[in-house]
Nanobody, 117 residues
């Protein structure tokens, strides 16, 4: 069982930056892959970015060049640096850990990001 706790969300103006953090209860070195997802009101949850245990990353097209995912296997942390935020980035952001290529999957409770002037 992996417990995940997100933090770092908040209210930011368009063009601003935030860094989300996800603390894992186990060594992230042992986790197959970790990722950030988001869900806006009335929309389905979608992948923002993910990173494998070997450091390979994938970013959704809508965040490429603006967001960067990273992990610190010493601190057991996952991060999402978000720059040049837009109003349509407003959502509840979730951290997910994958025990293998087909699961099991573990989710945090999410952290709210609101982009508004």
């Amino acid at each position: 069982q992996v417990q995940l706790v997100e933090s770092g969300g908040g209210l930011v103006q368009p063009g601003g930056s935030l860094r989300l953090s996800c603390a894992a209860s186990v060594s992230t070195f042992s986790i197959y892959a970790m990722g950030w997802y988001r869900q806006a009101p009335g929309k389905q949850r979608e992948l923002v970015a993910d990173i494998t245990s070997r450091g390979g990353t994938r970013h959704a097209d809508f965040v490429k060049g603006r967001f960067t995912i990273s992990r610190d296997n010493v601190k057991n942390m996952l991060y999402l640096q978000m720059n040049n935020l837009r109003a349509d980035d407003t959502a509840l952001y979730f951290c997910r850990a994958s025990g293998g290529p087909t699961g099991p999957y573990y989710w945090g409770r999410g952290t709210q990001v609101t982009v508004s002037s």
